[in-house]
Nanobody, 114 residues
Framework: QGHLVESGGGLVQAGGSLRLSCVAS????????MAWYRQAPGKQREFVAH???????IYTDSVKGRFTISADNAKNTLYLEMNSLKPEDTAVYYC????????WGQGTQVTVSS
């Protein structure tokens, strides 16, 4: 059974940067869908960004121009580079990979102070 492990979260001041990593226990090469979601306290989980095999990255409007999703197949790792962070970006961030099955990571906390 494959699993995903996120890391890279933490506490950062507004305007700062973080890079989240999501390491897969199995190869992500050829994955149909790889994405990041987030869930803020008291809110539903929301889409942040995704990569679809053969397609261009897609971002939710609130992070366009600030976040970059990428993948390194050789390292079986999905990344989320986050710049110009805002307090409203505070949330638990989850990675999600669909290849032969849909798998979620356990989440990593990102806290942005004002």
């Amino acid at each position: 059974q494959g699993h995903l492990v996120e890391s890279g979260g933490g506490l950062v001041q507004a305007g700062g940067s973080l890079r989240l990593s999501c390491v897969a226990s199995e190869s992500i090469a050829g994955a149909n869908y790889m994405a990041w979601y987030r869930q803020a306290p008291g809110k539903q989980r929301e889409f942040v960004a995704h990569i679809i095999s053969g397609g261009s990255p897609i971002y939710t409007d609130s992070v366009k121009g600030r976040f970059t999703i990428s993948a390194d197949n050789a390292k079986n790792t999905l990344y989320l580079e986050m710049n110009s962070l805002k307090p409203e970006d505070t949330a638990v961030y989850y990675c999600n990979v669909y290849k032969s099955r849909n798998v979620w990571g356990q989440g990593t906390q990102v806290t942005v102070s004002s």
